[in-house]
Nanobody
Framework: QVQLVESGGGLVQPGGSLRLSCAAS????????MSWYRQAPGKERELVGY????????DYVDAVKGRFTISRDNAKNTGYLQMNSLKPEDTAVYYC?????????WGQGTQVTVST
């Protein structure tokens, strides 16, 4: 059974940090690239960034460059999204995906709220 399970979301004050985790099971995680998306209330889902299957390549949307870092530990079948200097506009449900040609798996999402 294929599963991606996000965790680590919550409420944080502006300027704070959170680390999201994405635990994979039921497939060969190391063969898949991984990405993070987010969806804010009333907005379309948007790509935050991605990491290649071996971790050697990453890229981010301009809005999070320099603040967010995507990493992965293939031995643990887990990916991460480190979020620093959080802003209220980062408030969203965050989703991880695992993808390769013609196949993408999605997690269920975790809520991140940045507020005083």
């Amino acid at each position: 059974q294929v599963q991606l399970v996000e965790s680590g979301g919550g409420l944080v004050q502006p300027g704070g940090s959170l680390r999201l985790s994405c635990a994979a099971s039921g497939f060969t995680f190391s063969a898949y690239g991984m990405s993070w998306y987010r969806q804010a209330p009333g907005k379309e889902r948007e790509l935050v960034g991605y990491i290649s299957n071996d971790g050697g390549e990453t890229d981010y949307v301009d809005a999070v460059k320099g603040r967010f870092t995507i990493s992965r530990d293939n031995a643990k079948n887990t990916g991460y999204l480190q979020m620093n200097s959080l802003k209220p506009e980062d408030t969203a449900v965050y989703y991880c995906t695992a993808y390769r040609t013609l196949r993408t798996y999605w997690g269920q999402g975790t809520q991140v709220t940045v507020s005083t």
